[in-house]
């Protein structure tokens, strides 16, 4: 516990609220950015004092309060500022606390990073090292993101075929084999449902699951401790070794270079490795260029945004496993209109239970509209096909109202084609509306459309990352 000073003797009230507000910060924090990154960043930080308007947190190491400064300060600051309009800024500094002394719960298969200084007698130099925590090497994994609970479509089959043969083998498969996509649409899932998999029905394998930013922080970790050794060696000594969020460590040249020479004993081993980044290797920034190039090795399966089927074959799943009844109408409704990704579509459904288990009151297409009013507003705000149509036409220079003229030339057809496809994957609307917004073509030229754009991008990789990128403006 850390002793506050305040600074406005008198001024009761500010002390006795800031301890509760920043414990509903904290709550916030934890549900916004997950445990991962919560008990890694966030959960060290604490209250040293507040002067007038301004917070002070204190974190353990330079380091810590750097990144938080740069990654999560803003954040605390305006979660902070809603609850008490009087905080208008955050600031963090570094402060010595004691390091933690035992080691929590084990990773999956490894034992921790064994510092090698003694941690009770810090000098000023190792203050970097102290308060870390250094615990966990690997992550927990969510027993809710197994095979079985995860719906297979047509975004994500190849996905899922390529992580369950993954699972299922006892040798490498397609090393690397690297997920990407979107926010929400299943990546971590999978990941973890590899993990359970090797779990249960090879047990001996070692798995280590982690995200890339924790990757990250036991290397940095090991760096302060000079005990790079050992970080070498447990990361080396597993079978399958998954990173998820690649994306992270963009930027950070030391840690891609560790990355990347454990990439590569492992690889050399026939050690399985499997990443995951919102984007593809190639499209991935800050990162060097040999790293994405050997990222992109082995299979590289990319998770499409999700369709109406799927979304629909989600809902039935949940509620199934629920074991709660939901009318068909709001199923559909639900598909329909929540598109953003699967995250915002189980919290979709998981709000109208609640609401319903709540207020004792039957889940009707009426409840879920009154229910969701501000989630439906958010997602109607998506992506329109009038913005599709623009950026396509922009992207490929051809004119806007090429979209609807019924002009044949092969420079106009494809983008076109591109667009239409773009806008049944990307927006809730039917064939024939689609249809309707290219110049009145029937709903059997728009299937003909996406049919054709699946083909070619199979086919032509120039062209399937053309429709990457085009996807990925349309969706940020
Ligand atoms: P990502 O890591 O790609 O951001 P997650 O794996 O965290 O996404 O998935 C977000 C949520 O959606 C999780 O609760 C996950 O269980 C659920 N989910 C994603 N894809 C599927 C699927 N195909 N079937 C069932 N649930 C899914
Ligand atoms: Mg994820």
Known sequence: MTALAFTEPGNLDHTTEIIPQWEQVREHLRREFGEAIFKSWLK??????????????????????????????????????????????????????????????????LSPVTPSQPLSEPSLMDEEIIGIDRDVLGAALDPRFTFDNFVVGKPNELAYAAALRVAESQTAHFNPLFLYGGVGLGKTHLMHAIAWHIKTFHPKRRVIYLSAEKFM?????????????????????????MIDDVQFISGKETTQEEFFHTFNALVDQNHQIIISADKSPSDLEGMEDRLKSRLGWGLVADIHPTTYELRLGILHAKADTLNIGIPKDVM????????????ELEGALNRIIAHATLVGREITLETTHEV?????????????????????????????????????????????????????????????????????????????????????????REFSEDLDILRRTLEV
């Open 44 to 109: 060290p930080l604490c209250i040293n004092d507040v002067r007038g308007g301004t917070v002070r947190l204190a974190a353990p190491t330079r380091f810590m309060r750097d990144w938080v400064i740069s990654h999560y300060a803003e954040r605390i600051r305006i979660c902070w500022s809603a609850l008490n309009a009087a905080i208008s800024t955050v600031e963090v500094i570094v402060k010595l606390t004691p390091p933690p002394l035992a080691p929590a719960d084990l990773p999956l298969a």
């Open 217 to 241: 922080y036991q290397f940095v970790r090991a760096l302060r401790y000079k005990d790079t050794v050992s970080f070498k060696e447990q990361f080396r000594s597993v079978n399958v070794l």
């Open 332 to 343: 559909e409704f639900l598909a329909r209109k929540i598109i953003s990704n699967i995250r």
């Open 372 to 460: 969701l009013r501000d989630l439906l507003k958010a997602n109607d705000r998506r992506i329109t096909i009038e913005d599709i149509q623009k950026r396509v036409a922009e992207y490929y220079g051809i004119k806007i109202s090429d979209m609807q003229s019924a002009r044949r030339s092969q420079n106009v057809v494809r983008p076109r084609q591109v667009a239409m496809y773009l806008a049944k994957a990307l927006t809730s609307r039917s064939l024939p509306e689609i249809g309707r917004k290219f110049g009145g073509r029937d709903h059997t030229t728009v299937l003909h459309a996406v049919r054709k754009v699946e083909e070619i991008r199979t086919q032509d």
